[in-house]
């Protein structure tokens, strides 16, 4: 039996999470590492419903407010990241809590990553170009007729994750689902699990209602400010680009706020598949 603990908080977005973990790290007199990847980044408030100031204040959240959105953040990044947040919390305390709906980042906490070959940096810069000339039907053909593996089997909807693929295909010669061997990294201390989840009909109310709350506190200035940033990695996220196809005119802002309810209800429900498939990795 490890003495030290980790507790793993999952769940959709707008389950609970937050609260939740706030009165265990209470019950504990704990820390909190976020495992959330757009709250880590300072200039995004109102659209990544981070913790209040407040709430921070009180327990302190590793993770939150901790990187620029000018610099990459990835899963890596995190990996590297939490575990070091992690011993700094052993350091007083027998138990740390992690809270977030980023499933990447929990599996590579939890079980550690493979070794993906660094991509050769004028191939990425060319990929990147492309597909901001481009767009996303370039990006599907150039993966389909190089990486037939990661067309069939990675995931397709996510322009960043593809790009990443593409250019560890082009500079390895190897898909960058070939480097993945499912091999999990122990630990040196407990993982104990904790996923929260309520009726998907409470669970999409609640999305809408966050989104309406949202608009009046100032969702709308916030991404006005952010709109010289669009193209970066860490904007390509709900809340912000469908605000920012309203301010190029592209819809109107009903529909743009229709498109965030119905865009955070899917990625609710991609969570949901996600964190079921991952529940029984960990105890």
Known sequence: MYKKTCIIITGPTAVGKTDYALDLAKKYNTQIISADSRQCYRELNIGVAKPSPAQVKEIHHYFIDSHSIHKEVNVKVFEEYALEAVEKIFQSNDVAIIVGGTGLYIK??????????AANEMIREEIRASYESKGMEWLIREINGNDPLYFGSGEMKNPHRMMRALEVKLSSGNSILEFYSGKKIKRNFELRKVHLDIPREELYRRIN???????????????????????????QTVGYKELFSFIESKISLGNAIDEIKKNTRHFAKRQISWF????????
């Not at 590579?108 to 070959?117: H, I, Q, S, T, Y």
Request: hydrophobic share 45%; aromatic share 8%.
């Open 108 to 117: 590579a906490f939890c079980e550690g990553l493979d070794a993906v070959p």
């Open 209 to 235: 209602k966050r989104v309406d709350e949202m608009m009046p506190a100032g969702l709308l200035k916030e991404v006005e400010s952010l709109f010289p940033f669009r193209h970066l990695n860490a904007l």
């Open 276 to 283: 079921k498939k991952f529940n029984g990795s960990i105890g």
